[in-house]
């Protein structure tokens, strides 16, 4: 009976060991992939001129508080899935916890910034360049910010979140324990509001999309319009599908990826015992996700992203290839020379003095060389040594004397 319990306490512990490193393993993924993505896109945005376009600001906006998502929550929130427990303190867990809702505060309103920005380009092309100016756009980005800060710094640092006025110095844990009020205020600013929002956004940009080819159609049909008319309507048209479709392919994974974390929290802040902690951080890890899967949705459906990845790529490949050739090459002129000081010629690379001396030396070997008629003996015997690879160094300069002075005494003889 005994060793039948312990048996199972080892497989228990084997088992969830391996859960833990599996876990580790896709949540560092997660984290690199998110990085990696983000990075690309602010890169992509700054250096391609293509995408050098005041709305694109938006996006870099949104690739940044993926970016802070990824490499400050996520981070530590691996940490503490790791370790058990969390060990760094109550301070930092109150900054954690507050980062970690105003960087995701931040996505979410980003995305539905991106939304509104698509929808006034594609309902009022001819006002969306005076509506969207660099004044408005930053200012809309700045309030995008701040709202997320008040949001998340006052609220936990104040103790408004807490669902008791105790704090245990001592936890082990660092988890929201949200007030009904607190969790059902915030999830509906950060997440159901915005959430409603984008879908009537995009109902109305679908339906306005769709409506527009069937006039057009219309339109070609009765119409003699040009060739060059036709084009530009044709493209106008593509350019409204692509970014129907791209906003619907962006809200529909922000649903699935935040969507039941924003039940789960509302209910949890309701009823603690209702949703064990694991499906809480299941939740939570779903909606981290959603910060790697924007810089992948871009390139799938935009052509000017897709071409500044593959140029940052190949421009990062080029690069790495550049600086393994010169390794090579420095590896290859290192044994060079470690080969020919072996061979028994002092070649001393450690002074420019030496260098230099050895240099001049070289240039009057050579002009003693080409002073004397190539058909006299003397030449012959200094073509000899060059055959033999035994030219003139600074260490050899007194056997190149003598032999000149025994090659101009045969001579005069």
Known sequence: MFMSELNQTYSNVENSIDSMIVSSILFVLIILS?????VLVCAAICTDSNLRQLSNSLYVS?????????????????????????????????????????????SILNILATAIDRFVHVHTPFHYSRIFNKYFVGGFIGCIWIISAIMSF????????????????????????LNPSYAIISSVISFYL???IMVALYVKLYRFARMHTVKTNKTNDNST???GCHRLIYKKIKTDQKAAVTLGVIMGTFLICWLPFFIINCVK???????????????????????????????LFNTDFRNAYKKLIMRALCSTKLSRKKLKFSMLTNSF???????????NMNSIDEGKQEALQEHKCRSARSDR???????????????LKQPCLVGDSANCQSVILSNQNEEIT
Do not use: R
């Not at 996520?74 to 980062?99: E, P, Q, R």
């Not at 008629?373 to 055959?387: A, G, H």
């Open 34 to 38: 998110s990085i990696c993505g983000n």
């Open 62 to 106: 949104l690739a940044v508080a993926d970016l802070l998502v990824s490499s400050l929550v996520m981070t530590f929130a691996t940490l503490d899935w790791i370790m058990g427990k969390w060990v760094f303190g109550l301070v930092f867990c109150n900054l954690f916890l507050s980062m970690d809702i105003m960087c995701s505060t931040a």
């Open 154 to 177: 006052m609220p936990i640092h104040l103790g408004w979140h807490l669902s008791n006025l105790t704090v245990d110095l001592n936890s082990t844990k660092c988890m929201l324990q």
């Open 194 to 196: 915005p959430c409603i």
């Open 225 to 227: 319009t040009t060739a």
């Open 269 to 299: 802040s309701i009823c603690q015992e209702c949703i064990s902690d694991l499906y809480f951080n299941i939740a939570t890890w779903l909606g981290y996700f959603n910060s790697c899967l924007n810089p992948i949705i871009y390139p």
């Open 337 to 347: 020379i470690s080969s020919y000081n072996l061979n028994g010629a002092s070649l």
């Open 373 to 387: 008629d190539p058909f006299s003996p003397v030449s012959q015997k200094f073509k000899n040594l060059y055959i």
